[in-house]
């Protein structure tokens, strides 16, 4: 079993800067990608970026590239998404979640296992 827990949201201008952090215990993680979602008031949840934990390899829905860093801690088991020059448009829930397969980073929501409690981002323009 796998715990993940969010901090980090807040409310933030458009321009603005925010980091979130997805703390994680249980199980190890060496064969975990661990992903950020987000979910809108009204719209469907969403892939955000995702992280492979051994070997670090990345990835980035289109909208966020450029703005968003994701990273992780091994020594902390946590995994970071820095959101810089934030927009309105991604105010959301943020999600945090680990697939436990070996593999690449997926985007689908049903391919990952566990799911933290999520943590609100507000944008104000």
């Known amino acids: 079993q796998v715990q993940l827990v969010e901090s980090g949201g807040g409310l933030v201008q458009a321009g603005g800067s925010l980091r979130l952090s997805c703390a994680a215990s249980g199980r190890t993680f060496s064969s975990y990608t661990v992903g950020w979602f987000r979910q809108a008031p009204g719209k469907e949840r969403e892939f955000v970026s995702g992280?492979?934990?051994?070997?670090?390899?990345?990835d980035y829905e289109d909208s966020v590239k450029g703005r968003f860093t994701i990273s992780r801690d091994n020594a902390k088991t946590t995994v970071y998404l820095q959101m810089n020059s934030l927009k309105p448009e991604d105010a959301a829930v943020y999600y945090c979640?680990?697939?436990?397969?070996?593999?690449?980073?997926?985007?689908?929501?049903?391919?990952?296992?566990?799911w933290g409690q999520g943590t609100q981002v507000t944008v104000s323009s």
């Open positions: 979640a680990a697939d436990p397969r070996t593999g690449w980073v997926r985007r689908r929501i049903d391919e990952y296992t566990y």
């Open positions: 992280i492979r934990w051994t070997g670090g390899s990345t």
